[in-house]
């Protein structure tokens, strides 16, 4: 499996982005797809993730209310909406692909993906 994360750029502050990570196979209907992220200095950190169906979506807490992932299966595209946006958004944000069926707390552990994108760069200017 290949993801290909895009969509990151430059905004400010209060502005929005939408990524997007493609992923190449056809199991990616199955799969969880987190999100997460890595700012500069700082360990990566869990965003989001959605299960196989997009039924059930987990956020970080701080990130509730501003970020939104949703998925089309039939174009093996899943998405991060991010409104509001901070400069501590700031960082690189991959996308990474989990081959377990399994839905919990685990999406939010960077190691059980088997799966991850390069990265996009978010720019967050104040």
């Known amino acids: 499996v290949q993801l290909q994360a895009s969509g990151g750029g430059l905004v400010q502050a209060g502005g929005s982005l939408r990524l997007s990570c493609a992923a190449s196979g056809r199991r990616f209907s199955t799969y969880a797809m987190g999100w997460f992220r890595q700012a500069p200095g700082k360990e990566r950190e869990f965003v989001g993730a959605?299960?196989?169906?997009?039924?059930?979506?987990d956020y970080a807490d701080a990130l509730k209310g501003r970020f939104t992932i949703s998925r089309d299966n039939a174009k093996n595209t899943v998405y991060l909406q991010m409104n509001s946006l901070k400069p501590e958004d700031t960082g690189v944000y991959y996308c990474?692909?989990?081959?377990?069926?399994?839905?919990?707390?685990?999406?939010?552990?960077?190691?059980?993906?088997?799966?991850w994108g390069q990265g996009t760069q978010v720019t967050v200017s104040s």
């Open positions: 990474a692909a989990d081959e377990t069926t399994a839905w919990g707390a685990r999406v939010r552990i960077s190691v059980v993906y088997d799966y």
């Open positions: 959605i299960n196989w169906s997009g039924s059930y979506t």
